[in-house]
């Protein structure tokens, strides 16, 4: 047997000792580890540089609003209603036809753009597209983009029986210098 030229060292024996200062080490890590968590991740910015959503804009309800329609003993009906930012100031408006619920005839329409005040109080009348007095009926209506289309049905002359329109019109609107502008799409025609 051959004797190693170097004496045997202290510290390369393990001994019961060496094994409780390293599991005390560990431990010592471990613990130390777990009180030194960073804090909970989000993906919210600061509030500095954030800007707050807009709250949704609810359209002016046509049920809630008051127009300019004496209708007497019968009730006023909303036949038809459309949504749209028709004025570009992100708020939507809300465009009705509505007439008086008669029990015979074609009763004429009226179509009414409403708008919704800043305050939350009941929508209001700003323009009046299609007055009843004009004796027009809307028969195809809508919202594209920021203009109101409607097909009109209508009367040659007084003496044509409210009952049946002889004249057919295409009309549009859009909110053009602080009004609506009407464009007629084709000339008047007969039903």
Same mark, same amino acid.
């Given at each position: 047997?051959?004797?190693?030229a170097?004496?045997?060292?202290?510290?390369?024996?393990?001994?019961?000792?060496?094994w409780?200062?390293?599991?005390?080490?560990v431990?010592?890590?471990?613990?130390?580890t777990?009180?030194?968590?960073?804090?909970?991740?989000?993906?919210?910015?600061p509030?500095?540089?954030?800007?707050?959503?807009?709250?949704a804009?609810?359209?002016p309800?046509?049920?809630?609003?008051?127009?300019?329609?004496?209708?007497?003993?019968?009730r006023l009906l909303?036949? !038809? !209603?459309?949504?749209?930012?028709?004025?570009g100031?992100?708020?939507?408006?809300?465009?009705?036809?509505?007439?008086?619920?008669a029990?015979?005839?074609t009763?004429p329409?009226?179509?009414?753009?409403?708008?919704?005040?800043?305050?939350?109080?009941?929508?209001?009348?700003?323009?009046?597209?299609?007055?009843? !007095?004009?004796r027009?009926?809307?028969?195809?209506?809508?919202?594209?983009?920021a203009?109101?289309a409607?097909?009109?049905?209508?009367?040659?002359?007084?003496?044509?029986?409210?009952?049946?329109?002889?004249?057919?019109?295409?009309?549009e609107?859009?909110? !053009?210098g602080?009004?609506?502008?009407?464009?007629?799409?084709?000339a008047?025609?007969?039903?």
């Amino acid at each position: 047997m051959q004797h190693p030229a170097v004496p045997e060292l202290a510290h390369t024996t393990t001994r019961p000792i060496h094994w409780v200062a390293t599991a005390a080490a560990v431990s010592g890590v471990v613990a130390l580890t777990s009180l030194l968590q960073p804090g909970s991740a989000t993906a919210a910015q600061p509030q500095a540089r954030t800007k707050a959503a807009p709250a949704a804009v609810v359209p002016p309800d046509p049920a809630k609003a008051r127009f300019p329609l004496d209708c007497g003993p019968t009730r006023l009906l909303v036949e !038809k !209603k459309a949504t749209g930012d028709l004025d570009g100031d992100g708020r939507p408006e809300t465009v009705a036809v509505v007439h008086c619920d008669a029990s015979m005839g074609t009763p004429p329409d009226g179509v009414y753009v409403l708008t919704q005040g800043a305050d939350r109080t009941e929508p209001r009348v700003v323009a009046t597209l299609v007055d009843p !007095k004009d004796r027009l009926t809307v028969t195809g209506f809508a919202v594209h983009g920021a203009a109101v289309a409607a097909t009109l049905l209508g009367y040659s002359s007084p003496d044509v029986p409210s009952c049946c329109p002889d004249v057919k019109d295409s009309a549009e609107w859009q909110w !053009k210098g602080g009004a609506f502008i009407r464009s007629t799409a084709s000339a008047p025609r007969s039903v």
